[in-house]
């Protein structure tokens, strides 16, 4: 079941630039970035270059000066299953967090709200440094995270971070 679900929102992770969805916003519009990019990067090599990589991509991310959008989230880990959510950021900090129906709830913002675009290259840094980190990959357009597997090499500790499709208000 989580693999299927994995590969369904990896699908929408893929889509996320060729589209422009309405995320369950009340009374304003948000919109992907339009690109015709390529398909997603994807790094997968020694811990070093993921540390270079990922510092380069961050300051690539600064320069857009991106800091109000919403971003879907998913996780699967050994831990239970939790179901996507749609962050939302305003001048780089979360404000809010949404189920897929578009409901908002503290709850849902306590669990996400560290895993804004920031937070997902601090996951990625952290995790290198550790030596848990087996594959990155990057949205084409924008450059942030859109997926990050680990595994922090104890048992039952692997990871899956999904990101995507990041939409900003019009």
Not at 34 to 41: G, K, L, Q
Not at 110 to 123: I, N, Q
Request: glycine fraction near 8%; include cysteine; aromatic fraction near 8%.
């Amino acid at each position: 079941m989580k693999g299927t679900l994995l590969v369904g929102l990896a699908s929408v992770v893929a889509a996320g630039c060729h589209h422009a969805p309405r995320d369950g916003a009340v009374g304003q519009a948000w919109s992907t970035a339009a690109c015709n990019a390529p398909a997603p990067r994807t790094t997968s090599t020694d811990r070093d270059s993921i540390l270079r990589d990922v510092a380069t991509r961050r300051v690539a991310w600064r320069g857009q000066h991106i800091t109000d959008y919403r971003l879907r989230l998913g996780e699967t880990c050994f831990c239970p299953w939790s179901p996507p959510a749609i962050l939302e950021v305003r001048n780089g900090i979360a404000v809010a967090a949404l189920d897929t129906a578009g409901r908002s709830g503290a709850q849902l913002l306590a669990r996400w709200s560290s895993y804004t675009v920031e937070g997902l290259f601090d996951v990625i840094e952290r995790t290198a440094r550790d030596g848990a980190v087996l594959e990155v990959s990057y949205d084409a357009c924008l450059g942030y995270p859109i997926a990050i597997k680990g595994n922090m090499k104890h048992v039952d500790t692997w990871f899956q971070i999904a990101a995507g499709p990041l939409t900003q208000p019009r």
